[in-house]
T-cell receptor
Framework: KQEVTQIPAALSVPEGENLVLNCSFT??????LQWFRQDPGKGLTSLLL?????REQTSGRLNASLDKSSGRSTLYIAASQPGDSATYLC?????????????FGAGTTVTVRA | DTEVTQTPKHLVMGMTNKKSLKCEQH?????MYWYKQKAKKPPELMFV???????INESVPSRFSPECPNSSLLNLHLHALQPEDSALYLC?????????????FGPGTRLLVL
């Protein structure tokens, strides 16, 4: 069974500081890993999708790395802003009979203080 | 346009009511999903539709009944729900059910069962 862990569960930083969010997974046989953002009571917004053959993906201030062999991904958000306050979830697509499923972590709730 | 829309935004229903949730996408995606998300938990997959046919039912109770009338529309019919069914119901779509595809989520319907 694929287990996805996100540590810390919550993070509070002053505006301008860089954010580092961690995601680990137990089964390295994955197709890809996806990072999502969720605002309170809202749906999920896809931020970055990293295929298993890739090491990183970048979009604007966001950079996500993937180390499949060690079962880890890191999401970096440069120069954080109050608008970055949200819950960030990572999810993996595991190879095998359950490959239709996204296995989610519990998320890291980020607060950026003005 | 990468938008998935869901209606209604909020729904309150009694345990004897029948109601429906609606999800729509116009991206030409042939895979659509229903997820359930309890507070401070990650989303849990309920159903997967591929080319308008139900392909996955994650052992969801029969009081939840999905329907895919056409390739753009996905409904979730609710009947005789329990208070523990109160949650955020999220719809998502992707080009196909292939694990390489990004899933795009709607804003969700917040359901309260009294």
């Amino acid at each position: 069974k694929q287990e996805v862990t996100q540590i810390p569960a919550a993070l509070s930083v002053p505006e301008g500081e860089n954010l580092v969010l961690n995601c680990s997974f137990t089964d390295s046989a994955i197709y890809n890993l996806q990072w999502f953002r969720q605002d309170p009571g809202k749906g999920l917004t896809s931020l970055l999708l990293i295929q298993s053959s890739q090491r990183e993906q970048t979009s604007g201030r966001l950079n996500a790395s993937l180390d499949k062999s060690s079962g880890r991904s890191t999401l970096y958000i440069a120069a954080s802003q109050p608008g970055d306050s949200a819950t960030y979830l990572c999810a993996v697509r595991r190879r095998g009979s359950n490959d239709y499923k996204l296995s989610f972590g519990a998320g890291t709730t980020v607060t950026v203080r003005a | 346009d990468t938008e998935v829309t869901q209606t209604p935004k909020h729904l309150v229903m009694g345990m004897t009511n029948k109601k429906s949730l609606k999800c729509e996408q116009h991206m030409g995606h042939r895979a659509m999903y229903w997820y359930k998300q309890k507070a401070k938990k990650p989303p849990e997959l309920m159903f997967v539709y591929s080319y308008e046919k139900l392909s996955i039912n994650e052992s969801v109770p029969s009081r939840f009944s999905p329907e895919c009338p056409n390739s753009s529309l996905l409904n979730l019919h609710l009947h005789a729900l329990q208070p523990e069914d109160s949650a955020l119901y999220l719809c998502a779509s992707s080009q196909e059910t292939s694990p390489q595809e990004t899933q795009y989520f709607g804003p969700g319907t917040r359901l309260l069962v009294l």
